[in-house]
């Protein structure tokens, strides 16, 4: 350690602070550590992540409207209006990103969050896009089913992003596991419906391909809202 003159103030920088031997690189990434606990974090970050996860649950909503007698055309606009909200979030996110120091989570792992809700949002979107381009006047039973098994899973992500804010990292785990469940639930519905569209043998070839669009599309919705869930776990393990 340098010796400072008496009464002098030692800043420690990794420029002066002598690391053990092989351990440099600790010592500085530590002393960075350190330092950025210091500074004002940018809370405004849990907002933005908080208000994107409840956009994902309005979209679902919103594509469950289907079910409830919504014009394919009005759930069209709809969905639109709420994808350019989620799609938005992102951007001011990213914009955010880009003018703030320190983050309360690692920067990399707030856009990751902010891309896969956004995936959500995204490809409920597609679902409601493919009803209207092919024609689908009406969603079948699967299809409502499966929209409701959307709605609850997104429902899970709004209640579970705000824990990031709280620390409340047992109940982010709980949530994953719920999801999880949830998932599984539309992936039997999904794999259900499919198996009895090739199994009609009269069916009409357009029907099949339409039907099993949109199907697959709320599939992979549900899909991504399950690799939410493993990146709110995967916070939780590395700042728990």
Known sequence: M?????????????????????????????????IRGLLPKEERF?????????T????????????DGVSVAELGKRMQIVEHQGDKLVHEIEETL????????????IHALAIELDDVIDLANQAARAAELMGVQRPTEP?????????RTTAEI?????????????GIFAAKARIRA????????HRSAISKLFATADIDAKVLLREREILEDLENALDHCERVADTLANLAVKHG
């Open 56 to 67: 994902a649950l309005d979209a679902a909503k919103a594509l469950a409207s289907f079910s």
């Open 182 to 189: 949830l998932e599984k639930e539309g992936d039997r519905i």
């Open 2 to 34: 340098p010796r400072f003159p008496r009464g002098s103030k030692a800043i420690l920088t990794p420029r002066n602070v002598a690391p053990a031997a092989g351990g440099s690189v600790r010592a500085t990434v530590g002393l960075q550590d350190f």
């Open 158 to 170: 709004a209640d579970a992003v705000p824990l990031l804010r709280s620390r409340h990292y047992v």
């Open 46 to 54: 849990f907002d933005l992540l908080e208000l994107q996860a409840r």
């Open 143 to 151: 299809m409502s089913d499966m929209m409701t098994v959307l709605v």
């Open 98 to 109: 880009a003018k703030t120091y320190v983050t309360p989570i690692d920067r990399e792992d």
